[in-house]
């Protein structure tokens, strides 16, 4: 993000056991959050999956016409 803005963003790395510990200590809702975080940054969960022939396929197999938009042409929106 920070070429298509010009900026050096600064980033910040948060190590994986530091996560774990927020989920167990912080209230609710914050350690739901923290879970989100867990599996969305750290796991892939949303994306990190074969799918199995037998329940099902993979959307762009679906509809073949559709044009997909990437996450990078999503974001020239907002620049």
């Known amino acids: 993000m920070g070429k298509k ?3 050096n963003l ?3 790395f948060v190590p994986e056991e530091e996560v774990l ?7 609710m809702p914050l350690n739901i959050l923290w879970s989100l975080h867990h599996c ?3 796991k892939c969960d ?3 999956f074969e799918i199995d022939p037998s329940f099902g396929v993979e959307a762009s197999e679906l509809y ?8 990078d042409e999503y974001l020239n ?3």
Do not use: H, S
Request: no cysteine.
């Open 5 to 7: 803005i010009g900026k």
């Open 10 to 12: 600064e980033k910040t």
């Open 21 to 27: 510990k927020n989920i167990e200590e912080a209230p």
């Open 40 to 42: 969305v940054f750290l």
């Open 46 to 48: 949303q994306t990190n």
């Open 64 to 71: 073949p016409d559709v044009k997909y938009t990437t996450v």
């Open 77 to 79: 929106q907002f620049v």
